[in-house]
């Protein structure tokens, strides 16, 4: 199995920058795309962002395009979502997520059912 612990979440202000943080242990070479889902109380778990394997290649929503950067270093076992900018709107907690699918696009992983592997998240909460 691959367990993923997300970490960097906290209280930051409008228009303000933080950096989250995925660790990935275990069978880490199952791993390939891996993405960033949000969930603010009262909605349903969405899409944020994902990369594949190699980190050439990014998807973005169109919420947080443009604002945010998601990164891996997959010589730490580590994927990073870098979010500038910050709005409240951002306040949720973030999750990361993998597919052990070497053939699963970037572009489809929009759908949270499609993931093999979650954390149990890190709440980012944006003041205003």
């Known amino acids: 199995q691959v367990q993923l612990v997300e970490s960097g979440g906290g209280l930051v202000q409008t228009g303000g920058s933080l950096r989250l943080s995925c660790a990935a242990s275990g069978r880490t070479f199952t791993i390939y795309a891996m993405a960033w889902f949000r969930q603010a109380p009262g909605k349903e778990r969405a899409f944020v962002s994902a990369?594949?394997?190699?980190?050439?290649?990014?998807y973005y929503s169109d919420s947080v395009k443009g604002r945010f950067t998601i990164s891996r270093d997959n010589a730490k076992n580590t994927l990073y979502l870098q979010m500038d900018s910050l709005k409240p709107e951002d306040t949720a907690v973030y999750y990361c997520?993998?597919?052990?699918?070497?053939?699963?696009?970037?572009?489809?992983?929009?759908?949270?059912?499609?993931?093999?592997?979650w954390g149990k998240g890190t709440l980012v909460t944006v003041s205003s």
């Open positions: 990369i594949n394997w190699s980190g050439t290649r990014t």
């Open positions: 997520a993998s597919v052990r699918s070497p053939s699963k696009s970037i572009e489809t992983m929009s759908d949270s059912g499609d993931m093999d592997y």
